[in-house]
């Protein structure tokens, strides 16, 4: 197995410019998570599938932020307009049944430069 | 509010010699409590999950400790290798949460030869 996979590795943008960040789960997994990581606040959860439905979209910092999961296999956050602010290491993760406590995968990340 | 906290921050030791981590939490009710190790540039991975009752566990040269009376653990690592440098990140769920993780902010260790 592949592991989750996040594209792209490193993405750097202009203010105002629209952002795209993939993720393709493990297969079998039906619980999706998209993490934020700063120096400041650390893992922050920003929005929970299961089973390609949104559970908790309460971290989602605001409406420039979203998220869809159009099937088990794929998964994408958009960020629009993008904010110097939201410069992150984006993570992705899946795991089987919500097992938030054990069964968690994270992808590399996707790191973000908004300037 | 729950709540976990580590410590040191960052911390630089010389190839070879021993360290310890800590995490306090403020998580209720206690579920469990994972190790991650975050290499640079990649995700955290799992070392090690923690469970009430037990106090001890051990992953190779890594052994952590569990004390849910003062709530609080400790990540251990002996005879430290270069490839220790990490962030190493405590997160502690609660029982009546489900898929929700509470994390620590990592303490950074850098071993240096």
């Known amino acids: 197995d592949a592991g989750v996979i996040q594209s792209p590795r490193h993405e750097v943008t202009e203010m105002g410019q629209e952002v795209t960040l993939r993720c393709k789960p493990i297969s079998g997994h039906n619980s999706l998570f998209w993490y934020r990581q700063t120096m400041m606040r650390g893992l922050e959860l920003l929005i929970y599938f299961n089973n390609n439905v949104p559970i908790d979209d309460s971290g989602m910092p605001e409406d420039r932020f979203s998220a869809k999961m159009p099937n088990a296999s794929f998964s994408t956050l958009k960020i629009q307009p993008s904010e110097p602010r939201d410069s992150a290491v984006y993570f992705c993760?899946?795991?089987?049944?919500?097992?938030?406590?054990?069964?968690?995968?994270f992808g590399s990340g996707t790191r973000l430069t908004v300037v | 509010k729950n709540q976990v906290e580590q410590s040191p921050q960052s911390l630089i030791i010389l190839e070879g010699k021993n360290c310890t981590l800590q995490c306090n939490y403020t998580v209720s009710p206690f579920s469990n409590l994972r190790w991650y190790k975050q290499d640079t540039g990649r995700g955290p991975v799992s070392l090690t999950i923690?469970?009430?009752?037990?106090n001890t566990k051990s992953n190779g040269r890594y052994t952590a400790t569990l004390d849910a009376d003062t709530k609080q653990s400790s990540l251990h690592i002996t005879a430290s290798q270069l490839s220790d440098s990490a962030s190493y990140i405590c997160v502690v769920s609660a029982t009546n949460s489900g898929y929700a993780l509470n994390f620590g902010k990592g303490t950074s260790l850098l071993v240096t030869p």
């Open positions: 993760a899946s795991s089987l049944n919500g097992q938030g406590a054990g069964g968690y995968t």
């Open positions: 923690m469970t009430f009752s037990e």
